[in-house]
C-alpha cells in the first residue's frame, strides 16, 4: 500500500459524473471536503435524468436539464477511468493519467440491455464494429439518446418502442406527442409490470392509446429488420411485421461494474456495498445505479441521490449509515389533446399473503384509480405496505408519508383514500 500523509485532508476521488457522483461531489464541498476530484467521461454536462422524456418530447430544452454547476473547489477532469490499482491506490485513466485517492468512489451508473434481436447486430463485421446499431435503432438512457433521436425524427412517420416499464411508457408518450405513430410492444402481461397491477395498468393502456399509442401486451419482437443497415420494421414472435422508421429499446438496464470486477472488487447484480457503502475494499465505495445494498439494485433517480448525500455525510466523519431507500416513483404522460395523467406507485404494489387486506377505489368514468395494500404487524395493528394512484394524486402527498413513517394506522385506510393531502410526494425514478 502507497504511505500517505495522515495529516493531509483526504483525496476522495469519485469516477462518475452522472447525477449520483454530481450530487455527491456537491455535497462533499457543502460538508466541508476540500480535495475531491470527479472524474466524468460522459460529453454531457450534469443533467437531471428524470426529464429526459419531457427533452425528447420537445416540452423542455436540453439546458433546462442541466444541474447547477458543481463548486469552484471541486477539479472536474474529462476522462474515463481504464483501471484501479487498489495496491498503491491510483486510477488510471485512458488520457494516461494516474489519479491519485484515499476514498475512491464508483459512481459509474448502468448501461441498456439490448435484447438479442436477429438483425440488431452485424455479425459479418468485427471489432466495435460489429457492436453498431442499424441507422434508426436507439436505447433510451441518455441526453446523448435524446439528442440522437431527435436528430432521426424529421420524416419519420412509425415508430416501434421495445419495452413497457417506466422508460419504454415515457419515450412512446414522448414521441406520440412530437406527431410520431407509436407501437409499444412489451413482453411482459401488463404495463409497468413492477409498480402496477392489472387494472392500473389498463388505465394507463387507455391514456396511452388516447395519446395516439398503439400497446401490445404478450408481445415478444424477435427480429429488427433492415435494408442497407436502415431499420425498416420489427418482426413479431408470431411472424408479424410492424414497419417503422425508428426503433426505441427500453429494455432495462444493467449496472456498470466492469472497473468493479477487474479491480477484483465483490459484485454480484451490482457492486456490494454495506451500510457504510464500503465495497469489499474499505477504502472503495459505490453509490447510484451501480451499487447492491442488501440484494437490492435500485436503477432510481431518488435511492441514488439519498446514497450521495449519506456516503457525503460519512465521509467527512458523521455517522449516517444508509439503511436503504423506500421508493416512492411518480410520471405525468400529458399529451396536445388530452388531459394528463399522474401515476404514482410506492411499496408493494400488489398483496404478499393472504393476510394482506386491498383497499381499493375506481372511478373509471373519470379515469382514477386509488389501491393501497394494508399488513398487520405483531402488535395487531395495521400498517400501510404500499399502492398505486392513477388520475388523481390529491392524496399521494399523505398516503407516501404514512408509508415512509411505517407507524400503526389510526384510522381504517379507506380515510386516506380520500382526504386530500397537504403534503406533496417527490419522485424517486
Known amino acids: 500500500m502507497t504511505a500517505t500523509d495522515s495529516t ?11 447525477m449520483a457522483g454530481h450530487r455527491l461531489a456537491q455535497q462533499l464541498t457543502a460538508h466541508g471536503a476540500g480535495r475531491v476530484t470527479l472524474l466524468a467521461e460522459e460529453e454531457h454536462a450534469p443533467y437531471n435524468r428524470v426529464l429526459l422524456a419531457d427533452v425528447l418530447a420537445g416540452r423542455y430544452a436540453p439546458d433546462t436539464a442541466a444541474l447547477a454547476a458543481l463548486p469552484a473547489q471541486v477539479e472536474c477532469r474529462r476522462a474515463r477511468a481504464v483501471r484501479i490499482d487498489r495496491e498503491h491506490r491510483l486510477v488510471q485513466c485512458d488520457d494516461g493519467a494516474a489519479v491519485a485517492y484515499d476514498h475512491l468512489v464508483l459512481a459509474t451508473g448502468s448501461n441498456p440491455v439490448l435484447p438479442p434481436l436477429r438483425g440488431l447486430f452485424d455479425d459479418a463485421l468485427t471489432g466495435r464494429e460489429r457492436h453498431d446499431l442499424p441507422t434508426g435503432v436507439f436505447a433510451f438512457r441518455t441526453m446523448a439518446d435524446c439528442e440522437l433521436i431527435d436528430r432521426h425524427l424529421p420524416g419519420v412517420r412509425q415508430a416501434v418502442v421495445v419495452g413497457g416499464g417506466l422508460l419504454g411508457v415515457s419515450a412512446a408518450r ?18 409497468m409490470e413492477r409498480h402496477l ?44 411485421r410492424l414497419d417503422a422508421e425508428l426503433l426505441v429499446i427500453a429494455t432495462g438496464v444493467r449496472p456498470r461494474t466492469g472497473l468493479a470486477v477487474a479491480a477484483g472488487l465483490e459484485v454480484r447484480r451490482g457492486i456490494v456495498v454495506d451500510d457504510r457503502l464500503r465495497t469489499s475494499d474499505p477504502a472503495v465505495h459505490a453509490v447510484g445505479d451501480c451499487a447492491e445494498h442488501r440484494g437490492t439494485v435500485y436503477g432510481l433517480a431518488g435511492p441514488a441521490l439519498a446514497q450521495a ?54 372511478d373509471a368514468s373519470r379515469g382514477t384509480y386509488r389501491k393501497v395494500i394494508v399488513r398487520r404487524d405483531d402488535l395487531g395493528g395495521d400498517r400501510l405496505v404500499g399502492g398505486v394512484l392513477l388520475g388523481d394524486l390529491g392524496t399521494v402527498g399523505d398516503l407516501a408519508g404514512t408509508w415512509e413513517g411505517d407507524e400503526a394506522l389510526s384510522a381504517h385506510p ?16
Open 174 to 191: 414522448a414521441l406520440a406527442a412530437r406527431g410520431v405513430q407509436v407501437v409499444l410492444a412489451h413482453q411482459g402481461e401488463h404495463l
Open 309 to 362: 448525500d449519506r456516503l457525503a455525510r460519512l465521509l467527512c466523519g458523521q455517522d449516517a449509515p444508509y439503511r436503504g431507500s423506500r421508493l416512492l416513483t411518480r410520471l405525468t404522460l400529458a399529451g396536445p389533446d388530452s388531459a394528463p395523467l399522474d401515476l404514482a406507485a410506492f411499496g408493494e404494489t400488489s398483496p404478499a399473503g393472504p393476510g394482506d387486506r386491498v383497499v381499493r377505489l375506481a
Open 197 to 240: 397491477d392489472e387494472e392500473a395498468a389498463g388505465l394507463l393502456r387507455a391514456h396511452l392509446a388516447e395519446l395516439g399509442v398503439e400497446v401490445h401486451t404478450e408481445c415478444r419482437v424477435r427480429s429488427a429488420l433492415t435494408e442497407d443497415r436502415r431499420i425498416t420494421g420489427v418482426e413479431l414472435a408470431d411472424g408479424f
Open 414 to 429: 379507506l380515510h386516506l383514500l380520500t382526504t386530500q393531502s397537504t403534503t406533496p410526494g417527490g419522485p424517486s425514478r
Open 8 to 18: 493531509a485532508e483526504p483525496r476522495i476521488v469519485v469516477i462518475g459524473g452522472g
